[in-house]
Each structure stands twice: as structure tokens, then as C-alpha cells.
């Protein structure tokens, strides 16, 4: 593996042109016509993308986000070929164990800013000085600042060995990591490309089944697995045409995404909708309307909408032949994967679909929790709830 060992320290400057033109484009859209029902069953109501556009355009703060993020140490490296951004903010705490936070589509970096410092500094928020972390929060390839997608394109074991190199980059030779979504699939792989370094993985935002796979079997499930398995079926019914799209088209999807604000707006939005805790009515009841903001916004400034689905295209490519190549074998465990290496934890949120008896029949995942409240997006949602499961799980691996 090539690495550029120069790590340079990074700051996120956009500039005002960029920041004018955004605007600019918020304010001029061309706006379909109102459906006869302007509910979320067709998609995103142009009610509430109106209204959520016009505060984007007149309200919401890029500057303050930018600052705020900008004190969060940040650099940037170069990783076979690839160009990589990442977080880094060490803990005060000699004994601090070093965590590497993973995000999936659509989210970022910015998905993990309000568990940084609970990571770091867990007494400043009431928790044990001990659980204390160092932080590594990288943007995936052709997310964010991490563009263009390298010459290797995009899959999950090529990303867990750029993340294995950027870890040892960084000295740290015992390493804790989680993974949310496909970052969910980094962080499994990366228990399997340094073993002798990951000390554990902790998975959120995974599902109970393939994207691309059967209904899952609701007989002999408990009622709230049962549960689940429906939300599942549901959304393998309903709502992965955002996936055919992208793992098929992605170059048709990516003029639109690039070239309009309002798009690129409604194509994140309608994921928070459907993947947040849904007893909050509105994804921006769910999560910080600016926090989701500055989420698209970063999408937005890099240009990273087109490159994700060209990730996503990638990653799914890689994804399906791995599966054709494990469906010779007879293995079984999480993912298909039989379960061994470092400890794993699961935390699955009340809006996921994630099964105990379907993803480790053998029971041999250590450590599973299932909570009534969050959804997809805990970082977002939950973060108090998820940091006190990664300080559970990972307490006697320290």
C-alpha cells in the first residue's frame, strides 16, 4: 500500500463566491408543481422543501458552522492514490483509548461533531474520566474533503486497509473502531485486515437483510423483531429505488446532484425522513435542522453528491461479488461472515431493523443492545445513548 506520510493540517475554507452562489441557487430554483396530495407517500413534500430551502438560503449560518468545525483538529493525507480528510482530537487523558468513527451515506464527518467531545471528555459530561477516547473521524473516499474518488474507486476492504495504514500513521497500536451504515462494513473489515491492532468493533445503523435479497420470514420471530422484520420488507419493498439508482446510474443521478442545491436538498432529506426515530413527524424534529445543514452543505461545496454515487456504484459492484463468492462457501454469522477476531457490539436503534437471531444465530456477538428511541442517524439522534454504548462495550477492552 502507497502512502504519503505527510500529514498536513487542514482548515475548511469556502469561499464567499461559493458561499454567494449557493444562495443564489436556493433562491432561483425552479420548483415543481404541487402534487395533489403534498405528503411524504410521493417523495418529499415541496411544502416543506420550500420552507426548509428558505431557511438553508436566509438563515442558516455556513460561516458559524465552518468555525465550529474548524476547531476540531483536521488534516489531510494521501493513502493509495486516494486523497483522505479526517478529524483527529486527542484526549487530555493519558490512558485514552484511539477510536476510529466511521460514517455511511449520506452522511459525514459531521454526523459524529456533537460525540466528539462526549468521546474525549467524558467527565465534562458527567460520565468516568476512564471511558475517555483519542478520536479519528475520517471521510470516506468520495465524500466530503476526501475527493475525487481515487483511481482504486470504492470498497469496503480497500477502505478498512487505508484506515488500518492511517491509524498506524497516526502511532496508535491498539485501536478501538465503529462503523455506522457502510461504515458499518468498513469497520468489520478492518477487524479482519488488523486483527492484532483492533482491540473491538461496535456496529450501528445495519439492517436486518440485503438490499437486494428476499422478505425476510416473520414467522417465529418475538413481537418486537417482528417488528422489525417488517420495516424491513417494507423498505426493500419501497424504498431502495435511492440504491438501484445509484449502484446502476450513478452518472445520470450525478448532473442533478451537482448542479442543484434543491436537489441534492431533497435527495439527503428524504433519507433522514424515512430513517429517523419515527415518532418524531419531521427529520428536522429528529435531527439539529442546521447540524443536517451543514451535512448537505458539505455535500454541496465538494461536489461530493456525484462522487457518493459513484461510492455507492462501487461499493456495490465489490458487495455483490463478495456475495457470489461467499454463496460457494457454507459460512454463517454477521453479514454471512463467520463471527471471529476481535469482540464485536451491536447497538440497534428503535427506527432499525436489525435481528439478533437473524445477523448471529450462533450467538456469538458479545455484546447487543436495542434501544426504544433513535434511529439510522444515532450520532445525530441518540449521541448520549450511543456514546455510553461504545464506552460499555469497549471498558473491559481498554
Not at 476540531?72 to 485514552?96: L, V, Y
Not at 439492517?207 to 414467522?219: H, K, Q, S, Y
Amino acid at each position: 500500500m502507497t502512502t504519503n506520510t505527510d500529514l498536513r493540517p487542514f482548515r475548511i475554507e469556502i469561499s464567499q463566491a461559493e458561499v454567494d452562489d449557493l444562495k443564489a441557487r436556493l433562491t432561483n430554483a425552479r420548483w415543481p408543481a404541487t402534487p395533489p396530495v403534498d405528503d411524504w407517500s410521493r417523495g418529499v413534500p415541496v411544502g416543506y422543501l420550500r420552507e426548509l430551502a428558505e431557511y438553508w438560503a436566509n438563515d442558516y449560518d455556513w460561516r458559524a458552522a465552518e468555525a465550529a468545525l474548524n476547531e476540531i483538529p483536521q488534516f489531510m493525507t494521501e493513502i493509495n492514490g486516494q486523497r483522505i480528510h479526517f478529524f483527529h482530537q486527542r484526549s487530555a487523558s493519558p490512558d485514552a483509548l484511539p477510536l476510529i468513527l466511521t460514517h455511511g451515506w449520506p452522511g459525514s464527518p459531521v454526523e459524529f461533531q456533537q460525540m466528539i467531545g462526549r468521546l474525549t471528555d467524558p467527565a465534562a459530561y458527567g460520565g468516568d474520566p476512564a471511558d475517555a477516547f483519542h478520536v479519528v473521524v475520517p471521510s470516506l473516499p468520495g465524500y466530503g474533503f476526501s475527493t475525487p474518488l481515487g483511481p482504486g474507486g470504492f470498497n469496503l476492504f480497500g477502505v478498512a486497509q487505508m484506515w488500518a495504514e492511517l491509524m498506524s500513521l497516526l502511532g496508535y497500536e491498539r485501536y478501538a473502531a465503529h462503523g455506522t451504515d457502510a461504515g458499518s462494513g468498513v469497520a468489520g473489515m478492518l477487524a479482519m485486515v488488523d486483527p492484532a491492532h483492533v482491540v473491538g468493533v461496535h456496529l450501528a445503523g445495519v439492517t436486518a437483510g440485503t438490499p437486494f435479497g428476499e422478505p425476510l420470514p416473520l414467522d417465529g420471530l418475538s413481537e418486537s423483531d417482528r417488528a422489525r422484520a417488517e420495516r424491513f420488507n417494507t423498505m426493500l419493498d419501497e424504498g431502495f429505488g435511492y440504491l438501484v439508482l445509484q449502484s446502476t446510474r450513478p452518472q445520470t443521478l450525478a448532473y442533478s446532484l451537482n448542479d442543484s442545491p434543491i436537489g441534492q436538498l431533497a435527495w439527503i432529506v428524504e433519507k433522514f425522513a424515512e430513517w429517523t426515530d419515527p415518532i418524531h413527524p419531521l427529520p428536522t424534529d429528529a435531527v439539529d435542522r442546521d447540524q443536517l445543514l451543514t451535512n448537505i452543505s458539505l455535500y454541496w461545496f465538494t461536489g461530493s453528491g456525484a462522487s457518493t454515487a459513484h461510492a455507492v456504484y462501487d461499493g456495490m459492484r465489490a458487495w455483490k461479488a463478495m456475495v457470489a463468492q461467499q454463496a460457494q462457501g457454507d459460512s454463517e454469522g454477521w453479514g454471512g461472515h463467520e463471527v471471529t477476531g476481535p469482540p464485536t457490539g451491536v447497538a440497534v436503534f428503535g427506527a432499525e431493523s436489525a435481528i439478533r437471531s437473524l445477523a448471529d444465530p450462533a450467538g456469538r456477538i458479545e455484546h447487543w443492545n436495542e434501544y426504544e428511541r433513535g434511529g439510522h442517524f444515532a450520532a445525530m439522534e441518540v449521541p448520549d445513548l450511543l456514546t455510553a454504548d461504545l464506552q460499555s462495550f469497549f471498558k473491559p477492552l481498554r
